[in-house]
C-alpha cells in the first residue's frame, strides 16, 4: 500500500490566493482527518470525516477554511483568501473502520508558505 | 475536556544511554493513549498504544510505556537509545469520539 498521499509536498503563494491541499486516504479507510502543525501552537485537528462526511470541524479556523471529501479517495483543504499565519505543515491521516481509536495513518504533509 | 501534558520541550541523551519522556493526560474515563514519532521532514508513525488491559505495553523499535491511573500518566522509556531515535516524540489521548489530542512534543536528541 502506498499510504496516505498529500500533494503538493510544498507550496508557496502569495497573500490572498487560493491555496488547495489534496489527500488520498488509504484504500479501506473510512476516517479522514485534517491537521495543522506549527511551532506555536504544534499540532491541531482541523477537522475530520467519518465516511465521507465531516464530523467535526470546530478546529477550523476560520470562515477561510474549508474541507471537502467527495469521495471515500479524495479530500480537499482549502484556504481563501491565504494569509501568511497560515503558513504551517498540513497533515492528512486516516484511520480504519472502527471508533477512531485505531492507528492513524498520516502522510507526508504539505509545508505551506504564505508571502 | 481531554489534555495532554509532555513537560519536557527538549532532552539530550548519549547513545545506549536509557530514554524516559514524560506524558500526563487529562480525561475523565479510561483514556485512549498513544506515542507517536516523527522524523525531520516526515509524518507521524505510531509507537505504540494502550486502549486496556496490560499497563505495560510494547511497540515498535524498542519502545515501551507504562500506563499508571494514579499518576495520569503514560512515560514512553527505550533502555537503550540509538542514534537513529532522534526525532520529536508525541504523546496522545483520545476520548470520545475519535478525536486525538496531541501533546506538544519532546525532541530527542541522541549524541555519540
Known amino acids: 500500500d502506498a499510504g496516505v498521499i498529500q500533494s503538493p509536498r510544498h507550496e508557496v503563494t502569495e497573500m490572498g490566493q487560493e491555496v488547495t491541499l489534496r489527500c488520498k486516504p488509504i484504500?479501506?479507510?473510512?476516517?479522514l482527518f485534517w491537521y495543522r502543525q506549527t511551532m506555536m501552537r504544534g499540532l491541531e485537528l482541523l477537522i475530520y470525516?467519518?465516511?465521507?462526511?465531516?464530523?467535526?470541524d470546530s478546529g477550523m479556523p476560520e470562515d477561510r477554511f474549508s474541507a471537502k471529501m467527495p469521495n471515500a479517495s479524495f479530500s480537499t483543504l482549502k484556504i481563501q483568501p491565504s494569509e501568511p499565519r497560515d503558513s504551517a505543515v498540513y497533515f492528512c491521516a486516516s484511520s480504519p473502520p472502527g471508533q477512531g481509536y485505531n492507528e492513524q495513518f498520516f502522510g507526508p504533509g504539505t509545508r505551506l508558505t504564505v508571502l | 475536556a481531554q489534555s495532554v501534558t509532555q513537560p519536557d520541550i527538549h532532552i539530550t541523551v548519549s547513545e545506549g544511554a536509557s530514554l524516559e519522556l514524560r506524558c500526563n493526560y487529562s480525561y475523565g474515563a479510561t483514556p485512549y493513549l498513544f506515542w507517536y514519532v516523527q522524523s525531520p521532514g516526515q509524518g507521524l508513525q505510531l509507537l505504540l498504544k494502550y486502549f486496556s488491559g496490560d499497563t505495560l505495553v510494547q511497540g515498535i523499535k524498542g519502545f515501551e510505556a507504562e500506563f499508571k491511573r494514579s499518576q495520569s500518566s503514560f512515560n514512553l522509556r527505550k533502555p537503550s537509545v540509538h542514534w537513529s531515535d532522534a526525532a520529536e516524540y508525541f504523546c496522545?489521548?483520545?476520548?470520545?469520539?475519535?478525536?486525538?489530542?496531541f501533546g506538544t512534543g519532546t525532541r530527542l536528541q541522541v549524541t555519540l
Open positions: 470525516f467519518n465516511n465521507n462526511v465531516p464530523i467535526d
Open positions: 496522545a489521548v483520545a476520548g470520545t469520539a475519535s478525536k486525538l489530542t
Open positions: 484504500s479501506g479507510h473510512d476516517y
